[in-house]
């Protein structure tokens, strides 16, 4: 069996694994069936994609989105992996091409979406295809409840009785509830390895705010980090084509996305996202799985989302590539009554209503979170944290205040108006505002009116909104959405318990945190250049710029500026097979010069024996006529050197046996050679 150090460094790239990926490989390789729980952008993929070219075989991936899968098999035949995919989206040819590779033997991973295993012939096919692992991408799919369900995913545990493999199944956002289920219909019942790998995302800065005039929050918010890659999501596919739009007025690269539009135009804007450096995409929640591209640099919700886990997953779409990112979700009252309304008004059992219920409510503790979101966010996976230092809660605290009372008079207000008025009405009683409509109900005369004028109408609707987040009032669809009391409001009205609030004034300066650079001053025009060279590349190849390298390694080449070939194949991402196809065009922009390299050298890159064999090639240089200068010329040819370095001959009858020197040449070149050859 391959050696998977090896694997990760020649064909990858990458000096080492990061926590917790290896044993995760190690179990797959050992054929074990395996779930892990990691987040996104920590390294999921290598983990089922280097134990399928330690295994024999092929491994059939299922993952949920075309592009999702097309964007995997580039990046794996970029690093020279046979990979292919099986899709709706193929052409004659690609599809031809697969089956070539299945029948030769030469596939390794195989793609495919979880509708194909409806076909009849998909057992046949993989069975054809001898295929000896199941790997599952996205694997929380198989939740009937979750966010993403995907029916298809139901098969998949069929699959693997007919084949009798076994399978690896992946995800990042599976609580505990999501993980029974994968369990349940993936593994049949028996508890597979489980590995869970920690939800922290350290790169992510996180912020929320509430809404005013949401479209100039957003288009502040993108101002300040003009030309990076971002995705702004809302609630609303009408929405996604205006606030597209006003993008674009404002001088951005931006188109809109969602599940109503054709699907040429959809993939249109997936290849736009994927190949044009600093274009923002305004979608539904449409474009949420189907992103792979690594170095998205902000995410921005203009709405709010439906849960922690669609929340963990959208952000998680930012700064893949481990460098900085920034986000920013928007939300107010009228997002609280979508959200509660969506739950009420769906088909799910009571006991299903009451979870999701439960579910918003934590996405809600998020949003009005007084300390650190880290600890809140990570609290809800079930993971403790110190204060991260990198939210807008660790930038600048909020002020609380003791709302108990404030609270104990809007109950007050609800419950004497029968629980039929929504929170502009109550405002209106609480601060003595004797509108037409409160003097008709005859609410002027109740004992709350203007009760609360210690407090001002915008100080009132935030009390009323995290009252909302509490999930102290909700409101009733049966009532238009006016606000009633929920059981755990009454400890509180009764005067048995008490509870604090922000003292929140709706800010209209968004963003207080300055974007941070991906490298200093002085490096970045060398990231520009390294940019433009990527791109013209991937334009060359009709292929995303990423696919050539992501940010992560045209960051570190800006920084370590690597001189020769040897060095470049240190950087983190540059694997043997890119290296190269790249190596000496990069190279080119970072020194100004290209480095003219013999194949008998490139094969010894990143290797000691290169080294040893520039050594030896300076010292053949030196005696290319003898200790005097005056001899009949001699020389080894590169591909000799090149064995002489690998193989390191101690001795001298050791050295003419490997390079089949003669006489002559041991004599000339043989004493300097292992001179070298020891101190090496």
Not at 74 to 85: F, I, K
Not at 141 to 164: A, K, M
Not at 429 to 448: C, F, M, Q, W, Y
Not at 553 to 562: D, F, G, K, S
Request: aromatic share 6%; with cysteine; charged share 25%.
């Amino acid at each position: 069996m391959k050696d998977p150090h090896h694997l990760l460094s020649q064909v990858f790239g990458f000096s080492g694994f990061r926590p917790g990926q290896e044993e995760i490989v190690q179990a797959v390789m050992a054929g074990r069936d395996t779930l892990a729980i990691m987040p996104t952008g920590g390294g999921k993929s290598l983990c089922f994609q280097i134990p399928a070219l330690c295994r024999d075989g092929v491994t059939v991936v299922i993952s949920p989105l075309i592009a999702l899968m097309r964007d995997q098999v580039r990046s794996l035949r970029e690093a020279g992996v046979e990979a292919g995919a099986l899709t709706s989206g193929n052409t004659d040819e690609e599809t031809e091409a697969v089956f070539s590779a299945i029948d030769e033997g030469r596939l390794k991973l195989l793609y495919m979406a979880p509708e194909r295993l409806a076909s009849g012939g998909a057992v046949a096919l993989l069975k054809r295809a001898r295929c000896t692992l199941i790997a599952v991408d996205e694997a929380h799919c198989v939740s009937q409840w979750g966010h993403d369900f995907r029916p298809d995913y139901l098969r998949i545990g069929e699959l693997r009785r007919s084949l009798n493999v076994p399978v690896a199944a992946f995800t990042a956002t599976a609580d505990e509830e999501t993980r029974a289920e994968i369990v349940a219909r993936l593994f049949n019942g028996t508890p597979p390895a489980t590995f869970l790998r920690g939800f922290d995302r350290p790169n992510i800065h996180l912020a929320f705010a509430v809404k005013d005039k949401p479209r100039e929050q957003i288009l502040r918010f993108a101002a300040a980090r003009k030309g990076q890659s971002g995705i702004v999501y809302t609630s609303a596919r009408a929405r996604t084509e205006v606030l597209a739009q006003a993008l674009r007025e404002a001088g951005h690269s931006a188109c809109h996305y969602h599940g109503g539009m054709e699907a040429e135009d959809r993939r249109r804007v997936e290849i736009r996202f994927q190949q044009e450096d600093g274009l923002i995409v305004v979608a539904t929640v449409a474009f949420g799985m189907g992103i792979d591209k690594p170095d998205i640099r902000w995410v921005a919700h203009a709405d709010l989302p439906k849960s922690i886990e669609a929340y963990y997953q959208e952000i998680g779409r930012g700064g893949r590539d481990g460098a900085a990112a920034e986000t920013l979700t928007l939300y107010g009252p009228d997002d609280i009554r979508l959200r509660r309304s969506q739950i009420d008004e769906g088909a799910a059992p009571p006991d299903r209503k009451a979870a999701d219920h439960a579910r918003l409510n934590a996405l809600l503790g998020l949003a009005e979170a007084m300390g650190c979101r880290r600890q809140v966010l990570l609290g809800y996976f079930g993971e403790a944290s110190d204060p991260c230092g990198n939210c807008d809660m660790c930038d600048s605290p909020v002020e609380v205040f003791d709302a108990t009372e404030a609270v104990r008079k809007a109950l007050s207000a609800i419950l004497r108006t029968g629980e039929w008025f929504g929170a502009g009405h109550l405002i209106d009683i609480l601060t003595g505002n004797a509108t037409s409509k409160v003097r008709e109900k005859g609410h002027d005369s109740l004992p709350t009116f203007a009760v609360g004028r210690d407090l001002s109408k915008p100080a009132w609707g935030a009390v009323f909104r995290q009252m909302m987040g509490r999930d102290l009032v909700r409101p009733d669809p049966d009532r238009f959405g006016a606000l009633r009391m929920t059981d755990g409001a009454r400890p509180i009205l009764r005067g048995e318990q008490s509870i604090t609030l922000r003292r929140d004034t709706i800010q209209a300066a968004v963003s207080r945190v300055a974007v941070k650079a991906l490298v200093s001053e002085d490096d970045a025009p060398l990231l520009s250049a390294l940019k433009a060279k990527r791109r013209a590349l991937a334009e060359r190849a009709a292929v995303p710029a990423y696919v050539i390298f992501p940010d992560r390694t045209l960051i570190e080449m800006a920084e370590r500026r690597p001189a020769t070939l040897d060095q470049m194949a240190q950087i983190t991402g540059v694997g043997a097979k890119k290296l190269e196809s790249y190596g000496a065009a990069f190279l080119e922009v970072i020194t100004g010069a290209a480095e003219g390299v013999h194949p008998a050298r490139m094969r010894l890159v990143g290797r000691d024996a290169g080294a040893v064999y520039d050594r030896l090639s300076e010292v053949q240089l030196t005696l290319a006529r003898g200790e005097d200068g005056t001899g009949k010329p001699m020389s080894l040819s590169p591909g000799v050197l090149r064995k002489i370095a690998e193989a390191r001959p101690s001795t001298l009858s050791e050295l003419d046996r490997i390079g089949d020197l003669g006489p002559a040449k041991i004599e000339r070149f043989g004493p300097a050679f292992l001179d070298v050859l020891r101190s090496a």
